[in-house]
Each structure stands twice: as structure tokens, then as C-alpha cells.
């Protein structure tokens, strides 16, 4: 069935460095969306991606779509401590009907 | 106004047991779902429910069951519960049915089995 995986996943950063996590999935996807779960909280959705070679940019998280609708990365310039939490990319399932999430990646800001 | 609603928001219960985790929302969304999630942080989707229809995801015993009394509301009943079973439960709703919408999700109920 369709997977949708997620590197790394955890990742470290000093306040100020740059992020990126990386979601790739085994069928060509219709779209891709992205969430943000605080540490205790629950996702809160992002953003979605439609077309093939999409970006798309909100304030220092810029997330993209590849052009074989396949992949997407999600960039966060310049970390602060309210950026600590898992993000998540999902995708539809194979039948359209569900989103499946990838294993997320966790990310913590050191101050 | 919170968007999608879960009671309880803990739940610890002996094996063996059957609970019930309530879910309400008051977006006026078409479809909702149930996912686990586990300690690792896997989300798993588990049922999606829209106009009367019912889609499970293959995986799940069938010790879980959905009910929804009214499009507002998608209840999760468990029976037999097992230690593994331990998890947070999320509810969360779409404005259609399908995956090219944003989902808002409920908080989260964290269910314990000893």
C-alpha cells in the first residue's frame, strides 16, 4: 500500500540554525499537506501543496512539492524555541479517502 | 468555540474493560475520523465516517467500533481492551469527505490500559 515517509527523524538545532525535514512517498501523491504537533498538543494543519514543482512560503517555513508529485520538504530559516515540536507531512491513501501521516519529524531548538 | 471536542481527556482502565471516547464538532465539516497514536508518534488512521458510510482501515480489530448518533459527532467504543491498545486517540473532521482538505483535529484523549 502507499507509504509516506519522513527523514530524519529527530533533529537538534542551536536557536537561529536552519531545519529541514524530508517526506518522500511510494505513488505519486494529489496533493501533500503538513502539520505541526507541540509537544503535548495535537497536529494543527499547515498548509497544502497541489500542483507539481509547488512552493509556497509562510513567514520562515517554506515548504515544497517535487515535480514527480512524490516529495516535499518543509525549511525553516533561522529556528526559535517556538519552532520545537513533530512535523508531519500526509498524503491520501491509495483509495483518496484518508490522509496517511508520515512518521513526523521531531525537532528541538536549543535557546 | 473549540472546533472539535474529545472526552474524556484521560482514561485509565483495567484490561479487559470497555470504554468510550466522545467526539463532537461544531465546524459543520461532512466527514470524521479516528487515528491512534502511539508512543512513538505514529499517527494511524483508523475509521473514516461520512453520510452513514463507514471506512475502516483493515488493521484495526474489530473490538473498535464507531458510532455516530448524528453528523456531529463520532463516538469510539472499545471492548476487550488490551495493554496495547494504550495510546492517544485523536478525533478529527474534514469539511469533505476524502484527503484533499485540511483535517483539524480534536486534543486528544490519553488512554491507559494496566
Known amino acids: 500500500g502507499q507509504q509516506v515517509m519522513q527523514i530524519p527523524q529527530y533533529q537538534h538545532v542551536q536557536e537561529g540554525e536552519d531545519f529541514t525535514t524530508y517526506c518522500n512517498s511510494s505513488t505519486t501523491l494529489s496533493n501533500i499537506q503538513w502539520y505541526k504537533q507541540r509537544p503535548g498538543g495535537h497536529p494543527v494543519f499547515l498548509i497544502q501543496l497541489v500542483k507539481s514543482g509547488e512552493v509556497k512560503k509562510q513567514k520562515r517555513l517554506t515548504f515544497q512539492f517535487g515535480e514527480a508529485k512524490k516529495n516535499s520538504s518543509l525549511h525553516i530559516t533561522a529556528t526559535q524555541t517556538t519552532d520545537v515540536g513533530t512535523y508531519f507531512c500526509?498524503?491520501?491513501?491509495?483509495?483518496?479517502?484518508?490522509?496517511?501521516f508520515g512518521g513526523g519529524t521531531r525537532l528541538m531548538v536549543k535557546p | 468555540d473549540t472546533a472539535v471536542s474529545q472526552t474524556p481527556k484521560y482514561l485509565v482502565t483495567q484490561m479487559g474493560n470497555d470504554k468510550s471516547i466522545k467526539c463532537e464538532q461544531n465546524l459543520g465539516h461532512d466527514t470524521m475520523y479516528w487515528y491512534k497514536q502511539d508512543s512513538k508518534k505514529f499517527l494511524k488512521i483508523m475509521f473514516s465516517?461520512?453520510?452513514?458510510?463507514?471506512?475502516i482501515n483493515e488493521t484495526v480489530p474489530n473490538r473498535f467500533s464507531p458510532k455516530s448518533p448524528d453528523k456531529a459527532h463520532l463516538n469510539l467504543h472499545i471492548n476487550s481492551l488490551e495493554l496495547g491498545d494504550s495510546a492517544v486517540y485523536f478525533c478529527a473532521s474534514s469539511q469533505v469527505r476524502g484527503a484533499n482538505y485540511g483535517y483539524t483535529f480534536g486534543s486528544g484523549t490519553r488512554l491507559t490500559v494496566v
Open positions: 500526509a498524503g491520501p491513501d491509495n483509495a483518496g479517502n484518508m490522509l496517511t
Open positions: 465516517y461520512n453520510n452513514k458510510e463507514l471506512i
